[in-house]
């Protein structure tokens, strides 16, 4: 099978996600934001997966386009759960950066695209 960085990282981070979940709702009893930062960090892959399969370069561009977005809105999810004390800093920045780096590999990817589908 062919390599994919996006969607190896995009998975990857999925992981991360459904364990921070799991440290937030059974050792921290926290069950509103963890499962808000659980939908987001896992859609990330899930639509990564779904423009890898699509059916055009439009449909490639859309998914693409609702997997930066669920980054986005993951990276403000982290950063109220580390405002508001349920995760470390250390852990914070580990994971932040994760989710910045998955949002700059889909930035640059709608970048190249767009450009080529707008010649």
Not at 41 to 49: D, L, R
Not at 66 to 94: C, G, H, N, V
């Amino acid at each position: 099978m062919k390599e994919n960085v996006v969607a190896d990282k995009s998975y990857a981070f999925a992981l991360r996600m459904v364990k921070l979940y799991k440290h937030l709702s059974f050792e921290k009893k926290e069950f509103i934001l963890s499962k808000q930062v659980l939908r987001s960090g896992t859609s990330i892959g899930a639509n990564v997966e779904e423009a890898i399969a699509a059916s055009s370069r439009a449909d490639f561009i859309n998914k693409l386009n609702i997997a930066a977005k669920e980054a986005r809105e993951t990276i403000y999810w982290l950063r109220l759960l580390k405002d508001s004390s349920f995760i470390s800093e250390t852990s914070f920045e580990s994971v932040y950066q994760d989710a910045v780096e998955l949002k700059k590999i889909l930035s640059s990817i709608l970048l190249t695209t767009k450009s080529i589908h707008n010649s």
